[in-house]
């Protein structure tokens, strides 16, 4: 899986609104080195996010946080939302970014908000002013900058006056059982791991564990462990000067060149050329 279904890179702010979408630009399970803004607008869908499925109501908000997966599932195809993906540099404009990371950060600390009924028209409201503008020619960044900032402090001042619940937890078996499995994962991804090992260790027939497992995350196992272990090594090309070699050691691969050959399969080039795009 690729990082991006298409590409963003040179994107600081993206935006789809889209009420009756008839096309999906992402992959529906995806993930990407920048911050999501998911604001729904349909009746009922689950999110599954890093390792926990939300069942997600209307004018609910899921925040994405960087290099996080992510799936959606939608019950009779209602994909109307409110997408936005933005990166740290869209806000230049503020010389002091403090308090921007405040707010990203406490609405983090929720990652899916439903809202109260007083609330959720001011949220909606918030959100599509934002959306009309991105839709309107001329230049319009520095207006969106100063919606945005506003739309999450909003957000961030309602999550510290108890406006504010985490979207319901789906909370049957089968999902019970991936959201362990996949928090051990994530936190052991550099570890050896195997279908076998899985199997025993959380006690659950291995064959029965591939079905659910994919049906939960749309991954195959072998596949989630491999995309972990890439995003941590991107993660660590970017921002160490560590040795390819020993950043697959430190991901968990013992040899290099499945590492490169599945480094490349994800992200569409070596990880030496990866690191020199800076």
């Not at 069942?55 to 009779?76: A, I, P, Q, R």
């Not at 007083?118 to 520095?142: H, N, P, Q, T, V």
């Not at 921002?239 to 992200?267: A, L």
Request: some cysteine; glycine content about 4%; hydrophobic content about 35%.
């Amino acid at each position: 899986m690729q990082e991006y279904s298409f590409d963003i890179a040179d994107v600081d702010f993206y935006l789809e609104y889209k009420e009756k979408p008839l096309q999906e630009r992402f992959k529906k399970e995806h993930y990407h080195g920048a911050w999501e803004f998911y604001f729904y607008l349909g009746d009922a869908m689950t999110f599954f996010l890093n390792d926990t499925s939300y069942n997600v109501e209307k004018y609910d908000l899921v925040f994405v946080d960087k290099h996080v997966y992510h799936k959606t599932s939608y019950k009779n195809n209602e994909k109307e939302r409110i997408l936005i993906i933005l990166k740290d540099s869209f806000f230049n404009i503020f010389k002091d970014k403090e308090p921007i990371y405040r707010y990203l950060s406490n609405i983090k600390s929720v990652a899916a908000l439903s809202f109260k009924s007083d609330s959720k028209k001011i949220i909606r409201d918030k959100f599509i002013r934002i959306a009309k503008l991105y839709e309107k020619d001329g230049e319009k960044e520095e207006q969106l900058q100063i919606y945005f900032a506003e739309l999450i402090a909003t957000i961030s001042e309602m999550i510290d006056n108890n406006e504010v619940s985490v979207t319901k937890i789906l909370k049957n078996k089968n999902a019970m059982v991936i959201s362990q499995i996949t928090n051990y994962i994530n936190n052991h991804y550099n570890e050896k791991i195997s279908l076998d090992f899985l199997s025993d260790k959380f006690f659950i027939n291995k064959f029965h564990l591939c079905h659910i497992f994919r049906k939960e995350t749309g991954m195959t196992i072998i596949d989630f462990i491999n995309q972990k272990r890439m995003v941590e090594a991107g993660i660590l090309l970017k921002t160490t000067n560590m040795t390819i070699f020993d950043i697959s050691n430190t991901v968990g691969f013992q040899n290099q060149n499945y590492f490169g050959t599945t480094f490349k399969k994800q992200f569409g080039v070596s990880p030496r050329e990866y690191r020199q795009k800076g």
